[in-house]
């Protein structure tokens, strides 16, 4: 058999797409590192920084509503934060797995370890929605919040943690996309579905037309509509082929070696996702004492970050498909060179985005929420974090390779 060959592909898999299109012939392992890189992390920043807009608009959206349902809106998405960050590492620990499957030619065996992600992600999700349903406005009284806050946020939780399960369905469908080496079909997924985040979204926030006014919940109940959406496209596109791996349920068995494995792999992904995380729920739980206000401009101040590194974490996940598939093909030293041209890469927006963050802060901040003790507070923390973004821009893509 030649290693990494059409024929061979074709050989392990007994299927294939007939798409005569580029991407699914591509072969990761050879030509131009930086032009591998490049055209893997393109569609992956595209993707991630839509998946930001959705949330972003629900910030600004909220916003209007004042200060209470920002501060609501933040410390639930951060309850509900941690839960997508452990699903996102162990989704990595999948992504490494296919890509190494790819990278050697596997198709079988990338698409078992791609099925068995599936299975992980719905027990795990499963659980989580289970605790934060029924403990939600526990876990806002850790905080001490003003009972108007615990209100917004209580519902708010609760509906994201019903969404979790289809959500994170929608992650490992990515993911799996993503580590076969199609990035353009996650890409116009999460357009599609995006467009209609942005479009549905204030009609249930604020009533408009046919549509009860839902307030704060209202954002919830928009994200996981569309994300759902999201997830039945993706799934749908995974086993009718028209992706790079198409996915059956031929032979389909649980194979706890293998979760187990997936599992091993995304840990220290998982734990560095916990501890970002933990660390958010500590600072905000510091913040909470000095008012609404204060936790208002720390959630404004979270969702800047969030945007700033997801370009970050685009060209991280492109590293490791990288090194997962040069790995997979018996390739190191090509491994570690896509590795340094990711940093590199990350590095040059990071200085890019910090320095209009040091110029523009209150432009921004005032996109989110107008009242002067926000914008002030926010301001003056976007400007002191602007210098730790750097070595976050270089933690996103180590991790991310480390895992690959």
Not at 286 to 315: C, D, K, W, Y
Not at 371 to 382: D, H, I, K, S
Request: aromatic fraction near 10%; charge should be neutral.
């Amino acid at each position: 058999m030649t290693e990494n060959s059409d024929e061979a592909v074709k050989t392990e898999s007994g299927e294939r797409s007939s798409k005569p299109d580029g991407r699914f012939e591509k072969n990761w392992t050879e030509g131009s590192i930086l032009r591998n890189l490049w055209s893997l992390s393109w569609p992956m920043v595209v993707t991630n920084s839509l998946m930001m807009l959705g949330p972003t608009i629900d910030m600004i959206w909220v916003g209007r509503l004042g200060s209470s349902s920002v501060a609501g809106v933040g410390v639930s998405g951060m309850a509900v934060q941690m839960v997508n960050g452990a699903m996102m590492g162990l989704a990595m620990g999948m992504r490494a797995v296919v890509a190494r499957y790819m990278g050697a030619g596997d198709i079988r065996g990338a698409v078992h370890a791609a099925r068995q992600g599936f299975v992980l992600s719905a027990t795990f999700s499963v659980l989580m929605a289970v605790i934060g349903f029924f403990l939600a406005e526990e876990i806002l009284l850790i905080f001490g919040l003003e009972p108007e806050v615990v209100s917004e946020g209580a519902g708010y939780m609760r509906i994201l943690f019903i969404g979790s399960v289809a959500m994170s369905f929608r992650t490992i469908a990515e993911g799996i996309m993503q580590a076969s080496g199609d990035t353009i079909s996650p890409m116009k997924i999460t357009i599609g579905f995006r467009i209609f985040h942005v479009a549905l979204c204030p009609f249930l926030v604020f009533g408009l037309w046919i549509f009860p006014r839902l307030g704060v919940s209202g954002a919830a109940v928009t994200n996981v509509v569309s994300q759902s959406i999201g997830t039945l496209i993706s799934i749908w596109v995974l086993f009718s082929g028209h992706s790079r791996l198409k996915l059956d349920t031929k032979d389909f068995r649980v194979d706890v070696s293998m979760i187990w494995r997936i599992v091993r792999i995304g840990f220290p992904n998982l734990m560095s996702g916990l501890q970002r995380n933990l660390s958010q729920f500590v600072v905000m739980y510091l913040v909470a004492p000095f008012g609404t206000a204060s936790v208002a401009a720390h959630t404004i101040n979270q969702r800047v970050e969030m945007i700033l590194m997801m370009p970050a974490m685009a060209f991280g996940m492109a590293s490791s498909v990288l090194v997962g598939q040069n790995l997979g093909a018996g390739k190191p030293k090509r491994a570690e060179k896509g590795v340094w041209a990711a940093i590199g890469a990350v590095e040059i927006w990071v200085f890019v985005a910090c320095l209009v963050l040091l110029f523009a802060a209150e432009g921004i901040v005032r996109i989110f929420n107008a009242e002067p003790a926000v914008v002030e507070t926010t301001a003056t923390f976007l400007r002191i974090a602007a210098a730790g973004y750097i070595l976050l821009g270089f933690q996103a893509v180590t991790m991310n390779s480390l895992s690959g």
